[in-house]
C-alpha cells in the first residue's frame, strides 16, 4: 500500500484497466494515478465506477472516501481487512462491554482533545485574545471528568467543553462571522460548514490509519457503536479535530485565503463552492504531511502517523501490555 491520497474534485469515471487504477475526466484523456503510491481516494466530484472497481481497490487495501455534491461525507468504501487478531477482536469487545474498561478509554479520548483545545486556546491568548475566561471555564469542566461514571455522563461534560470552546471562535478569527453555536444536520453558516468539512477530512484519515492497524473500527469507546459508522474513528478523530481541522480553520480564515464569498447559501444551509473544497484540502495534505520530533520515538513523524500511533497504542492497552494515554499536544 502507498503512502498518498488523491482526491479528485473533476466528474468523470474512475476505473481498472491491466492491474492500474485510471480516472478519466469527461472530455479528457484517461490519467493514470499509479495504484503503487495511493494510500486512499477522496471523491468530491461525479465519478461512475463499478463492482469490478471496488474487487480491485478491496485487493490492494485502498479506501475510497465518498462526499456529495454540496461537500458532505457520505461514506466509505472500507476493503476487507487484511490484518485481522481473533485475540485482540475479543478483547475490544469485552472493553466495549465491560463499563469500567470502556470508560476509562473513553476518559482518555476526552482528556486529550481537551487538552489539545486547551493549546489552542492558550496559542491565541499569547496573540493577544480575550480567552481567558474560556480558559478558566473548561478547566474546570475538564476537573469534571475524572468523576464521571457513565459515558453519557461524560459526553454531557464533553459537550459543555465544546459549547465554550466554539464560543471563543468569534474571537480567535479575524474575519466578521456570526458563529453562536455548532449545527451539524445541516451547517446553518459557513463556520458550521467549514466545521463539518475539516472534520469529516480527519474523521476519514482516520480510518484510512485503522486500516493499518489489527483494530476493528466498528468498535468503540466514546461513541456508541452503530450499524452504519465506522465509530472508533469518531473516538480518535476527537484528539486530532482540534490539532487540525480547527487550527486549519483559524489559519485560513485569518489569512483570508477563506471568505464568505466561497459559500453559497440555500434555505436553512451554507456550502462551500468546489474551489474553496480544494484549498482546505490542499491545506489539510500538506498539514498530514507535516512532521514532529516525537518524545518517545525520539524520531520525527507526520501527523498522518500520529493517527496510526494511537491505533497502536489502543491495541497494547487492549491486550494490556501497556495503558492508553492518548496524544496530547506540547508545542
Not at 231 to 260: G, H, V, Y
Amino acid at each position: 500500500m502507498g503512502n498518498e491520497t488523491k482526491y479528485i474534485f473533476s466528474n468523470g469515471k474512475l476505473f481498472r484497466k491491466d492491474n492500474n487504477l485510471y480516472f478519466q475526466p469527461i472530455g479528457k484523456e484517461k490519467i493514470s494515478l499509479k495504484i503503487e503510491v495511493i494510500r486512499d481516494i477522496y471523491i468530491f466530484g461525479e465519478v461512475n465506477f463499478n463492482t469490478k472497481l471496488l474487487i480491485f481497490l478491496g485487493q490492494v487495501g485502498i479506501a475510497l472516501h465518498i462526499f456529495n455534491y454540496y461537500g458532505f461525507y457520505t461514506g466509505t468504501y472500507y476493503p476487507r481487512e487484511s490484518k485481522v487478531s481473533g485475540k485482540l477482536l475479543v478483547n475490544q469487545v469485552l472493553n466495549y462491554e465491560d463499563n469500567n474498561k470502556r470508560i476509562e478509554i473513553a476518559k482518555e479520548f476526552i482528556n486529550s482533545a481537551v487538552h489539545n483545545i486547551h493549546r489552542n486556546l492558550v496559542y491565541y491568548k499569547n496573540r493577544e485574545r480575550d480567552l481567558e475566561n474560556e480558559i478558566i471555564k473548561i478547566d474546570n469542566l475538564r476537573n469534571e471528568i475524572e468523576n464521571c461514571k457513565t459515558i453519557q455522563e461524560l459526553m454531557g461534560i464533553e459537550g459543555n467543553i465544546r459549547e465554550r470552546y466554539y464560543s471563543s471562535f468569534n474571537k480567535i478569527i479575524n474575519q466578521e462571522i456570526d458563529f453562536e453555536k455548532r449545527v451539524k444536520r445541516p451547517p446553518d453558516n459557513m463556520i458550521n460548514t467549514m466545521i463539518s468539512f475539516t472534520n469529516t477530512l480527519v474523521y476519514t484519515a482516520c480510518l484510512s490509519e485503522i486500516y493499518k492497524t489489527q483494530l476493528n473500527p466498528t468498535i468503540s469507546y466514546l461513541h456508541e457503536p452503530g450499524t452504519r459508522r465506522f465509530s472508533l474513528s469518531l473516538d480518535i478523530a476527537e484528539i486530532f479535530k482540534p490539532i487540525i481541522a480547527d487550527r486549519i480553520i483559524f489559519s485560513m480564515l485569518n489569512k483570508n485565503q477563506i471568505t464568505e464569498k466561497d459559500f453559497i447559501k440555500e434555505s436553512n444551509y451554507y456550502y462551500m463552492k468546489d474551489k474553496a473544497k480544494m484549498r482546505i484540502v490542499q491545506e489539510f495534505d500538506k498539514v498530514m504531511q507535516n512532521t514532529i520530533k516525537h518524545k518517545e520515538l525520539k524520531r520525527n513523524v507526520s501527523y498522518r502517523y500520529l493517527m496510526r500511533l494511537e491505533g497502536y497504542k489502543l491495541i497494547k492497552h487492549l491486550m494490556e501490555d501497556e495503558k492508553y494515554i492518548g496524544f496530547k499536544m506540547w508545542w
